[in-house]
């Protein structure tokens, strides 16, 4: 088992072994996570492009709870769930391309009433290598056009765990073209490799709140 993730599990045990009654083991200490929302483009042929990072781990997820996905129109998602530490987790992917993502995403907090603070979007980030990730609670959208739009409906606040896809593999090749370009079956390998370490984080800012979550896993990646 790798060391990160390893660490990780071990970091989700000791939270079963915390006094009770503790201020770690209150409710109040972080908002509970309600959904984790991929940011993607919908359609067959954008599933194995590095945009769409975000989808294929929400994909796993829900498989590995033998899930499937269905589509629901008045917030323009595909949508399933997946079981944390026993709490249940809306998995959301929006149908309104990337670059609109914050309609869904708006949409599925004004009816849930939920806070942003409740919220997981996953996203890839070429500023991280390929299978390394960052988590994060503030800050600007970092050129990504999906939580531009995501920050623009509202979504100041939301967790964001953020999965490295890797530079331009050209510095004069247009930026577009990256991020959409599909992934190699070598990467995509290294990848799939990397989709229990990325539930474990997940795992790990449910049951621990996103600040020590965030700063167990930055420590980590770097």
């Known amino acids: 088992m790798p060391a990160c993730l390893s660490s990780i599990f071990s970091l989700i045990k000791n939270k079963k072994e915390d006094t009770p009654g503790t201020k770690e083991n209150t409710e109040e200490t972080h908002d509970r996570i309600r959904a984790v929302i991929g940011l993607g483009n919908p359609g067959e042929s954008y599933r194995s492009t590095r945009h769409n990072i975000g989808f294929l781990l929400l994909d796993h997820l829900a498989a590995s709870e033998g899930q499937d996905w269905k589509k629901e129109k008045r917030f323009n998602a595909e949508l399933s769930n997946y079981i944390l530490?026993?709490?249940?987790?809306?998995?959301?992917?929006?149908?309104?391309?990337?670059?609109?993502?914050?309609?869904?995403?708006?949409?599925?907090?004004?009816?849930?009433?939920?806070?942003?603070?409740?919220?997981?979007?996953v996203h890839d980030e070429i500023n991280l290598p390929l299978g390394e990730m960052k988590l994060s609670n503030r800050g600007g959208p970092g050129g990504h056009n999906g939580m531009s739009s995501?920050?623009?409906?509202?979504?100041?606040?939301?967790?964001?765990?953020?999965?490295?896809?890797?530079?331009?593999?050209?510095?004069?090749?247009?930026?577009?073209?990256?991020?959409?370009?599909?992934?190699?079956?070598e990467d995509i390998q290294q990848v799939q490799d990397k989709m229990q370490q990325w539930a474990s984080a997940l795992q790990l800012v449910v049951d621990k709140g996103t600040v020590q979550a965030m700063n167990f896993i930055n420590r980590k990646s770097n």
Do not use: C
């Open 85 to 121: 530490s026993g709490n249940k987790i809306l998995l959301a992917k929006p149908l309104t391309f990337m670059n609109e993502s914050g309609q869904s995403f708006s949409k599925l907090m004004r009816y849930h009433r939920w806070r942003p603070e409740s919220i997981v979007v």
């Open 150 to 185: 995501i920050l623009q409906h509202g979504g100041s606040g939301v967790v964001r765990l953020r999965l490295g896809i890797g530079q331009k593999t050209h510095p004069d090749m247009d930026l577009k073209d990256h991020v959409l370009g599909h992934f190699t079956p």
